[in-house]
C-alpha cells in the first residue's frame, strides 16, 4: 500500500512488517535484501528475516558498549515506562546496572529498538537509513557519513512500529 502523505514518499511502497516486537531490525533486515526488485519470489521467509533481524539486535546491544557518553545518557533518558519494575532494578540504581540491563534486554529481545539502535546500525552497516513518519515533512537520516551508499528506507508507523519501504516501479 502506497503513503500519500509526504510528497517525497509518493516514489515509495510500505511492505508490512511482522510486529512482534522485533519489527525496527525486520524492517532494516528486509532493506539490507534488496531481492525483492529482480524478483518478488525471493523475498525473505519471515524465519529468514527474523534471524537476521536477531543478529541485528545483537549487534546494536554490542555496538551500545562502544557509545559516546552522549549515546549512554540518550539510552538512560529514554528508558521505557516500567523500565525499573519490569527488570527488578531499583529505581536509584547506578546508572551503568541500568545500561547493562538495557543492553542485555536488548540483545535478548525483550525491548524494542528505536533512535539509538537505527544510529549504532546504521554506522555499523555502514549504510544510510531514511526513517519517515506520516506527517514529518522528510526523513530522518541517520548514517550521514555513508550517503554515498544505498539507503534503507522505513517508515514508523504509529509511534512504535516500523514497515520498510520499497521504490514503486511506476
Not at 539490507?32 to 519471515?46: A, G, I, Y
Request: glycine letters at 6%; charged letters at 25%; a positive charge.
Amino acid at each position: 500500500n502506497k503513503i500519500m502523505d509526504n510528497f517525497e514518499l509518493n516514489n515509495f511502497n510500505r511492505v508490512s512488517i511482522k510486529g512482534d516486537g522485533h519489527c525496527l531490525f525486520r524492517a532494516i533486515a528486509f532493506g539490507l535484501f534488496e531481492m525483492h526488485k529482480t524478483n518478488p519470489q525471493l523475498r525473505m521467509s519471515n524465519e529468514h528475516q527474523l534471524r537476521v533481524a536477531k543478529k541485528l539486535r545483537k549487534i546494536a546491544a554490542k555496538e551500545l558498549i562502544n557509545q559516546t557518553a552522549m549515546v549512554y545518557n540518550q539510552v538512560l533518558a529514554d528508558l521505557p515506562n516500567g523500565f525499573h519494575e519490569d527488570y527488578d532494578i531499583p529505581k536509584n540504581a547506578a546508572d551503568n546496572v541500568k545500561f547493562r540491563r538495557y543492553k542485555k534486554e536488548l540483545a535478548n529481545g525483550n525491548l524494542w529498538g528505536g533512535e539509538v539502535e537505527i544510529s549504532l546500525l546504521a554506522h555499523y552497516l555502514q549504510r544510510p537509513i531514511f526513517v519517515y513518519q506520516q506527517g514529518w515533512d522528510g526523513p530522518v537520516p541517520y548514517g550521514d557519513d555513508y550517503e554515498d551508499k544505498k539507503p534503507i528506507r522505513i517508515v514508523r508507523v504509529n509511534r512504535n512500529h516500523y514497515d520498510a519501504l520499497v521504490p514503486s516501479e511506476d
